[in-house]
T-cell receptor, first 115, second 113 residues
Framework: DTGVSQDPRHKITKRGQNVTFRCDPISEHNRLYWYRQTLGQGPEFLTY????????KSRLLSDRFSAERPKGSFSTLEIQRTEQGDSAMYLC?????????????FGPGTRLLVL | DQQVKQNSPSLSVQEGRISILNCDYTNSMFDYFLWYKKYPAEGPTFLIS?????DKNEDGRFTVFLNKSAKHLSLHIVPSQPGDSAVYFCAARAETSGSRLTFGEGTQLTVNP
């Protein structure tokens, strides 16, 4: 299976702890995106990378959030000093660069619960 | 500022009938639209897309219609099957705003056997 994969699928943590999620995109895709989805809402954009460069960040991405894509392949999303409001599904997506390759394909998500 | 809205939180249809899911948008810079299907505890699965230069795109049982003047798009599923029961999201992208997708709130479709 060459789809987008995310790890872990579920994470329970206590308030104040740090968590890190990993995303492996479709191998030939240059672009990688992070979204967050809360109950009853559609996914909300957080940030995106083209290769290793982080090109866009949403104002939702507070200074407690940091994302990296060091070698232009997998990406990590870290949340420091977690708060209960961070509880959500964190989705990763990837897409190609060329015209007609712009459809974003999503991974299964990481569900975070902050107690 | 909800730029993409799906005003029907739920829709119920009989198997074999047509399902029509609607989506409205406010940003006239949106130039690419997509529909995703989502099952519980899974990520969204891409269904079909349409560029703003077209008004219709068809793929098997799925057809998306775009009415730019009304800033409205719809997804038609014919015939509907019980396996189509899921939450459907429409999403839009404006090339001038980078690659981010803006999603609607979703519509829960239930197809009854």
């Amino acid at each position: 299976d060459t789809g987008v994969s995310q790890d872990p699928r579920h994470k329970i943590t206590k308030r104040g702890q740090n968590v890190t999620f990993r995303c492996d995109p479709i191998s030939e895709h240059n672009r990688l995106y992070w979204y967050r989805q809360t109950l009853g809402q559609g996914p909300e954009f957080l940030t995106y990378f083209q290769n290793e460069a982080q090109l866009e960040k949403s104002r939702l991405l507070s200074d407690r959030f940091s994302a990296e894509r060091p070698k232009g392949s997998f990406s990590t999303l870290e949340i420091q000093r977690t708060e209960q409001g961070d509880s959500a599904m964190y989705l990763c997506a990837s897409s190609g660069l060329a015209l007609y390759q712009e459809t974003q394909y999503f991974g299964p998500g990481t569900r975070l619960l902050v107690l | 500022d909800q730029q993409v809205k799906q005003n029907s939180p739920s829709l119920s249809v009989q198997e074999g009938r047509i399902s029509i899911l609607n989506c409205d948008y406010t940003n006239s810079m949106f130039d690419y639209f997509l529909w995703y299907k989502k099952y519980p505890a899974e990520g969204p699965t891409f269904l079909i897309s349409i560029s703003s230069i077209k008004d219709k795109n068809e793929d098997g049982r799925f057809t998306v219609f775009l009415n730019k003047s009304a800033k409205h798009l719809s997804l038609h599923i014919v015939p509907s099957q019980p396996g189509d029961s899921a939450v459907y999201f429409c999403a839009a992208r404006a090339e001038t705003s980078g690659s981010r997708l803006t999603f609607g709130e979703g519509t829960q479709l239930t197809v009854n056997p």
